[in-house]
């Protein structure tokens, strides 16, 4: 079995080609979400770090029962489909380079339980995630298939990741801190991806938590998890009220305060809170607690200067109070 780190030059996503089925779908739907697929496109390009690939022959699939997706982008087809949205359709996916040397890959698969279905885009994913590298499956936003579905081949079956709208990929990055055991020196490098709302200082380190990194990574991951995606809301909801906020992240099992008024009170010990970073200082005196008596995050309310972003300050064993 490859490692992941031999897989590293294979596409990261792919388009799911059994994903253009427009049976059931008026026109204007077709529309709609051919306009959606040309954005989701268009901003992964944009991002050097996310290269889209496609299946070999992938305009050959079947997208209605008496014609290929090539012949409707191309309008050999006839359909109310606007011109422009058509070519632009076909423009961006031509763009994408077909992989010519994957090996061979189990199809048919069954996706999410269904009836076994020729996509190379899907199985290649699965081949992957089976030897432990995550690759994600780009759909056609009018295909159902969303977040991580089981995929299940003649040899095996695994998660592997559908989506349209690349916001929706932080929860795939997420995944691959376990999928392909990131080692500690890359934690940050993917953190970036995976909690996009977060800014981390450039000293963190988790030599500073007391514990090892292959014990710590995992709950460390679902705590930036939940501050990525839920102390903002929170925090404007309960207009920063820290009581308020602390019942309401609990419910999302994360433990969080900030210092307590004696340690506010203390100029020195607020010091310790206080983290240099591009020019600004942002005091780190929120704190989530990976275990009750050791091992603290410290990060910030949510800051103008960072665009309403957190900024991730200090990993620690715990601080003095």
């Known amino acids: ?27 204007a739907q077709i529309e709609h979400h051919l306009d959606e697929l040309n954005e989701t496109l268009r901003t992964l390009r944009a991002e050097d770090r996310f290269g889209v690939a496609c299946a070999p022959m992938w305009d050959a699939v079947k997208c209605l029962d008496d014609c290929e997706l090539y012949q409707f982008l191309c309008g050999e087809y006839p359909s109310n489909v606007d011109r422009d949205t058509l070519l632009l359709s076909h423009t961006q996916l031509s763009r994408c380079p077909e992989w010519d040397d994957i090996p061979d890959v189990d199809t048919p698969v069954s996706i999410d339980g269904g009836e076994p279905v020729m996509t190379l885009s899907a199985a290649y994913a699965l081949l992957m995630v089976l030897e432990r590298y995550g690759v994600a499956c780009v759909v056609f936003p009018g295909s159902t298939r969303r977040g991580h579905l089981v995929v299940r081949g003649q040899h095996g079956e695994g998660d592997v990741f559908f989506f349209h709208d690349p916001a929706e990929l932080s929860e795939f990055w997420r995944r691959l801190f376990a999928l392909e055991n990131v080692p500690e020196f890359s934690f940050f490098d993917l953190a970036e991806h995976a909690f996009p709302n977060l800014v981390f200082h450039s ?26 995606d839920r102390f903002i809301d929170e925090y404007r909801r309960c ?27 203390s ?11 591009d020019g600004h200082t942002f005091r780190c005196e929120w704190h989530a607690k ?32």
């Open 239 to 265: 207009k920063g009220m820290p009581g308020e906020i602390q019942a309401a992240m609990g419910r999302y099992h994360i433990d969080l305060s900030p210092e307590s008024p004696n340690t506010r009170g």
């Open 267 to 277: 100029r020195q010990l607020m010091r310790l809170r206080d983290v240099f970073h």
């Open 203 to 228: 000293s963190l380190s988790f030599g500073r938590f007391d514990g090892a990194y292959a014990d710590l990574r995992d709950r460390v991951v679902s705590i930036l998890a939940g501050l990525n």
């Open 1 to 27: 079995m490859r490692s992941a780190e031999k897989n590293s030059g294979g596409p990261r996503l792919v388009v799911d080609e059994a994903s253009f089925d427009f049976r059931g779908l008026s026109d």
């Open 290 to 321: 990976l275990e009750r008596h050791r091992n603290r995050i410290h990060f910030s309310e949510p800051s103008e200067i960072l665009a309403d972003k957190i900024f991730i300050g200090i990993f620690v064993a715990h601080l003095d109070t």
